[in-house]
Antibody
Framework: EVQLVESGGGLVKPGGSLRLSCAAS????????MNWVRQAPGKGLEWVSS????????YYADSVKGRFTISRDNAKNSLYLQMNSLRAEDTAVYYC??????????????WGQGTMVTVSS | QSALTQPASVSGSPGQSITISCTGT?????????VSWYQQHPGKAPKLMIY???NRPSGVSNRFSGSKSGNTASLTISGLQAEDEADYYC???????????FGTGTKVTVL
């Protein structure tokens, strides 16, 4: 079964750091670009970051540029998001999502269940 | 990069058809055929319903269809069913440095 499982969320104080992980299974992880997408409570979806299959290309939303770092370990079938200088507005459910490479589309075809990050003092 | 504009809510009776619009600019929706649509039920992860403007992934009902005209994309749900009640989001590739943008989201209510 194709699956993405996020972990690492929790409560952190403003200015603090957190590292999210996403474990992939059921597909050849190293062949796919991966993304992080977040959703603040009661709000819409916001794309956060993208990384190509070999980590050659990395992109960030303006709202997190300079504070968040996306990375991956293809040997461990894992995606990461290092979040520094966290702000209250970073409070959200963070989803990892697979790029729909197999169908040649700019779309997210597989999503994890999400992990909640709460930034509060 | 601003979010794509969607109506906040759309409603319809069972069996009817509804259409959700998604308006962007020539830098995103209008410039590329890379519009996708996602369905999200409360407390659940989003699900891909349409990709590349009008293509359905395997397993998605043919009651869902997509189209685009200029800077506006649309998702049509025909034969509306109770299980279609959910939030729907469009997304597009964008030529800006941020690469991707989502719509503001539309709550679909089945009356």
């Amino acid at each position: 079964e194709v699956q993405l499982v996020e972990s690492g969320g929790g409560l952190v104080k403003p200015g603090g750091s957190l590292r999210l992980s996403c474990a992939a299974s059921g597909f050849t992880f190293s062949s796919y670009s991966m993304n992080w997408v977040r959703q603040a409570p009661g709000k819409g979806l916001e794309w956060v970051s993208s990384i190509s299959s070999s980590s050659s290309y990395i992109y960030y939303a303006d709202s997190v540029k300079g504070r968040f770092t996306i990375s991956r370990d293809n040997a461990k079938n894992s995606l990461y998001l290092q979040m520094n200088s966290l702000r209250a507005e970073d409070t959200a459910v963070y989803y990892c999502a697979r790029e729909a490479t197999a169908i040649g589309a700019y779309a997210f075809d597989i999503w994890g269940q999400g992990t909640m990050v709460t930034v509060s003092s | 990069q601003s979010a794509l504009t969607q109506p906040a809510s759309v409603s319809g009776s069972p069996g009817q058809s509804i259409t959700i619009s998604c308006t962007g600019t020539s830098s995103d929706v209008g410039g590329y055929n890379y519009v996708s649509w996602y369905q999200q039920h409360p407390g659940k992860a989003p699900k891909l319903m349409i990709y590349d403007v009008s293509n359905r992934p395997s397993g998605v009902s043919n009651r869902f269809s997509g189209s685009k005209s200029g800077n506006t994309a649309s998702l049509t749900i025909s034969g509306l069913q109770a299980e279609d009640e959910a939030d729907y989001y469009c997304s597009s590739y964008t030529s800006s440095s941020t690469l991707r943008v989502f719509g503001t989201g539309t709550k679909v209510t089945v009356l």
